[in-house]
């Protein structure tokens, strides 16, 4: 019903700036909201930042002041600029929606994710 496909993750030196992109396709009407999460070798996967329908952002606390999730409601994309890139933000970025199913239900959706790799 919803496919993400993620685009713009790469390799880059510490320092440097990427952008994610996550063209979303299929059935939103019911998408509540989308954001990135991020999954390193041997750490659990975790939020990194949200958006919500109204537009209303979370970040998580170790990229605060360094990214920005963002949308273009007009083309169903949403991005994550991410500045000042440090090592250990390298990481397989997921990009996630979920759908409202019923009250307090909720139907996620991910991206295949693409992998950000931060030199030093």
């Known amino acids: 019903q919803v496919q993400l496909v993620e685009s713009g993750g790469g390799l880059v030196q510490a320092g440097g700036s990427l952008r994610l992109s996550c063209a979303a396709s299929g059935n939103l009407f019911s998408i509540n909201d989308m954001g990135w999460h991020r999954q390193a070798p041997g750490k659990q996967r975790e939020l990194v930042a949200a958006i919500s329908r109204g537009g209303s952002t979370n970040y998580a606390d170790s990229v605060k002041g360094r990214f920005t999730i963002s949308r273009d409601s007009a083309k169903n994309t949403v991005y994550l600029q991410m500045n000042n890139l440090k090592p250990e933000d390298t990481a397989v970025y997921y990009c996630?929606?979920?759908?409202?199913?019923?009250?307090?239900?909720?139907?996620?959706?991910w991206g295949q994710g693409t992998q950000v790799t931060v030199s030093s």
């Open positions: 996630k929606a979920r759908e409202v199913v019923g009250l307090g239900s909720y139907r996620v959706y």
